[in-house]
């Protein structure tokens, strides 16, 4: 045998490391602060508002502050990601926006909590395309949808399992101790980042038959290109395929499920249906459990019929599309009284918008090679379009009318667009050429 050919079958026989779940757990870890960092403020609502006197259609600007910046901010921030490379561009946005979050604690006016909400949206703007990024480097074809599932489930775990506790921080110490706590945690995370991420090609537990496992599915394992010029009519040559645009009005369909959740949910249980803050608390871990089971199944089920045969457009479609025709039972919320049934309505409902949240994977299947920050960052402008109108809407909805019966039914019907969206529009599910 030629000495290329041992070399080979050494490699071929040699169990492949698995570092890519550790950068996975990196993702999904600093996802997890993402989500707390900018839906605390869904918490912290119900006595903010009364401490400066905010009304519901303010507050609803003031919840989709976040979204003005952050998605104003994808373009640019996807062309830095591409430019610069994942591990300087998370480590500098994970820094700024826990920072950002940290001075929360020391509002005492609408003025400066709108500066802070604008400049955190800005901070956050690169995390979904970086890890994007990640999952298209670091993982083939065939893990990728479980892989998002797994960083995506970070989105929705936080919020799931620390909800007693900081209701309870809540209750004990005040509104601003959320911000002082989840900033600090923010920036210690900034220091793993920084210590443990690292390109598969520099990564020093990575072995020769995990890169070939990798490149052998697809994955980027030099690494996604970076320091290309930043060319701002890469963007206008991407909207020209209707498959762009069917992502994106199916992820803003989607997101508006989610938005619900992450800002006007708490406010919901505590006035629509009197319920006291620590009940909130308990109540409220339950919908989030149902999302974190609904992105893990929608993404093993999408990995599962891809390794089965069955086409990438089927494989990623199928799971969004159940999910967001599930997501609009939000709807059935509006006419039951019990508690415990409408806990459960919404529980369906998040767990649905779970499995839909798979988008991102579709974004790491048909981006053109050397933009993945550019695609995800078009893509998270769409989905974070809906950051800014639901809230608004919402707020002027529940300021008129007293209720969050039309709300939800807004919501509902978002979700049925975004369907819709993915069934007509998005076509096969393959790498874009430009």
Not at 29 to 35: A, I, S
Not at 287 to 315: K, Q, Y
Request: include cysteine; hydrophobic fraction near 55%; glycine fraction near 10%.
């Amino acid at each position: 045998m030629s000495e290329t050919g041992t070399i080979h079958a050494s490699v071929s026989a040699a169990r492949p490391s698995r570092a890519r779940f550790a950068m996975l757990g990196l993702i999904a870890t600093g996802t997890l602060v993402n989500y707390l960092d900018r839906t605390i403020l869904g918490i912290a609502a119900p006595a903010l508002t009364k401490d400066l006197a905010l009304n519901p259609a303010v507050m609803g600007i003031v919840f989709s502050a976040f979204s003005w910046s952050y998605a104003a901010s994808q373009v640019p921030g996807g062309l830095f990601l591409d430019r610069f490379g994942t591990r300087l561009t998370y480590a500098l946005s994970v820094g700024f926006w826990s920072l950002f979050t940290l001075l929360h604690a020391l509002v005492g006016s609408l003025g400066a909590l709108l500066g802070l909400r604008l400049a955190l949206g800005l901070a956050e703007a690169p995390c979904f395309p970086a890890n994007s990024r990640v999952v298209a480097t670091w993982f083939p074809q065939s893990e990728r949808a479980l892989a998002t599932g797994v960083y995506t489930v970070g989105e929705y775990i936080g919020l799931a399992f620390l909800s007693p506790l900081l209701f309870w921080l809540l209750a004990l110490h005040g509104w601003r101790s959320l911000f002082i706590v989840c900033g600090v945690i923010g920036l210690a995370f900034t220091l793993v980042w920084l210590a443990r991420y690292r390109e598969p090609a520099d990564h020093k537990t990575v072995n020769a038959a995990e890169l070939a496992y990798i490149a052998e599915g697809g994955g980027l394992v030099g690494g996604a290109a970076k320091g290309a010029r930043i060319d701002w009519s890469k963007a206008s040559k991407l909207l020209r395929f209707r498959r762009m645009w069917g992502i994106c009005l199916g992820q803003f369909g989607g997101n508006s499920t989610l938005i619900f959740f992450l800002t006007w949910f708490p406010t919901y249980l505590a006035t629509e249906r009197h319920m006291a803050f620590l009940k909130i608390g308990f109540y409220a871990v339950l919908p989030f459990i149902a999302a974190s089971v609904g992105v893990l199944f929608g993404g093993w089920w999408s990995d599962t019929m891809l390794r089965r045969g069955l086409s990438a457009s089927i494989a990623r479609k199928t799971p969004i599309i159940t999910g967001l025709l599930l997501a609009s039972t939000i709807i059935a919320a509006n006419f039951v009284e019990s508690n415990a049934a409408v806990i459960a309505i919404l529980s369906l409902a998040f767990f649905a918008q779970g499995m839909a949240a798979l988008g991102w994977t579709l974004v790491s299947d048909i981006a053109p090679e050397g933009m993945l920050g550019l695609t995800g960052g078009i893509f998270n402008l769409a989905a974070n379009l809906a950051g800014i109108i639901t809230p608004l809407v919402i707020g002027l909805i529940v300021a008129e009318t007293g209720s969050f019966f039309y709300a939800l039914a807004f919501v509902g019907i978002l979700s049925l667009m975004g369907a819709l969206s993915y069934i007509f529009i998005v076509g096969d599910v393959k790498r874009i050429v430009l």
